[in-house]
């Protein structure tokens, strides 16, 4: 399995009036932690894009609330992979408050598209490959 994770403090302007993070913050951290999966596993998403001529279309998202995460709070947001990806890569989300309370946990599952037609392809070797060491060791 492949886990990554970052944090950050609750920002103001992702409150809503009580000071609890509004529900649709919980996405874009998500894509914070799924930024810094890729990064560490050697695939940072502008070198895939200029690279290996992919872009990574979110083809479904998944999201439970479990715990409001608040203003002062510093939020840990984490991605895994378990699975080599095909023609779709699964990502499990979490997000966790400093206490270690899951606040927000979810499932992103990306595609791959060929930047240039636009059209669906299969996970590029370079890429696959990447998941591979890190997947197996």
Same mark, same amino acid.
């Given at each position: 399995?492949?886990?990554?994770?970052?944090?950050?403090?609750?920002?103001?302007?992702?409150?809503? *009036?009580?000071?609890?993070?509004?529900?649709?913050?919980?996405?874009?951290?998500?894509?914070?932690?799924?930024?810094? @999966? @890729?990064? !560490?596993?050697?695939?940072?998403?502008?070198?895939?894009?200029?690279?290996?001529?992919?872009?990574?279309? /979110?083809?479904? =998202?998944?999201?439970?609330?479990?715990?409001?995460?608040?203003?002062?709070?510093?939020?840990?947001?984490?991605?895994?992979?378990?699975? =080599?990806?095909?023609?779709?890569?699964?990502?499990? *989300?979490?997000?966790?408050?400093?206490?270690?309370?899951?606040?927000?946990?979810?499932?992103?599952? =990306?595609?791959?598209? !060929?930047?240039?037609?636009?059209?669906?392809?299969?996970?590029?070797?370079? /890429?696959?490959?990447?998941?591979?060491?890190? /997947?197996?060791?």
């Amino acid at each position: 399995m492949i886990r990554s994770e970052t944090s950050f403090p609750v920002r103001y302007y992702e409150t809503d *009036q009580m000071g609890i993070v509004h529900h649709s913050n919980y996405i874009r951290y998500f894509e914070c932690a799924r930024t810094v @999966l @890729l990064v !560490d596993c050697g695939c940072p998403i502008e070198t895939c894009e200029k690279e290996d001529g992919v872009t990574f279309p /979110i083809v479904s =998202l998944e999201c439970r609330f479990r715990y409001p995460a608040k203003m002062g709070d510093v939020v840990t947001a984490v991605a895994t992979v378990e699975t =080599l990806p095909t023609a779709r890569l699964q990502i499990g *989300q979490a997000v966790y408050n400093q206490d270690g309370v899951l606040c927000a946990e979810g499932k992103v599952v =990306l595609g791959f598209l !060929d930047k240039r037609t636009g059209r669906p392809v299969r996970c590029p070797e370079r /890429i696959l490959r990447c998941f591979e060491e890190h /997947i197996n060791g």
